[in-house]
């Protein structure tokens, strides 16, 4: 209780917060963008292939999926369905227990994964890590460990 008490919200904090809020939406908005016109790939559809890219078996429970992508299930449903269309993803049920299904990065996903992320790549550094100096870096990593945490 002490804490919260501590941290009223306050209007500086209120402000704090929409620069936050303002700053992530234009980043994330410039490198949706990029994906969209230089790859045809949105950039749900690029962080879904990143995720399987980086899964064990280039595999995850759809449900695992949507908690590592911050999709409600349906929402990553509907992208997966998306995917799968274009080759991108296959879908197969879960061996171990035959109820769940698991979304799988096939060979051409990994491919158009690895040319999206050139273009990705070179958006993050122009759109944020060149716009920040090293003490920008480390107090942003700082407080986002301690938003996750």
Not at 27 to 44: H, Y
Request: hydrophobic share 45%; no cysteine.
């Amino acid at each position: 209780m002490a804490a919260e008490s501590q941290n009223a919200f306050d209007p500086e904090g209120f402000a704090v917060w929409r620069a936050y809020l303002r700053g992530h939406a234009t980043v994330t908005r410039a490198l949706e963008a990029e994906l969209l016109a230089e790859q045809r790939l949105s950039l749900a559809a690029y962080d879904v292939l990143v995720q399987l890219a980086e899964a064990p078996e280039r595999r995850l429970r759809m449900t695992e999926l949507a908690d590592a992508v911050l999709l409600s299930r349906s929402g990553v449903t509907r992208l997966v369905d998306r995917l799968e269309r274009i080759g991108l993803v296959t879908r197969s049920r879960v061996r171990e227990d035959g109820r769940g299904v698991a979304a799988t990065l096939t060979e051409r996903g990994m491919d158009r994964l690895r040319r999206a992320s050139r273009t990705h790549q070179q958006g993050v550094v122009r759109h944020f890590a060149d716009r920040l100096d090293e003490a920008d870096m480390v107090n942003l990593r700082r407080i986002s460990q301690r938003l996750v945490d």
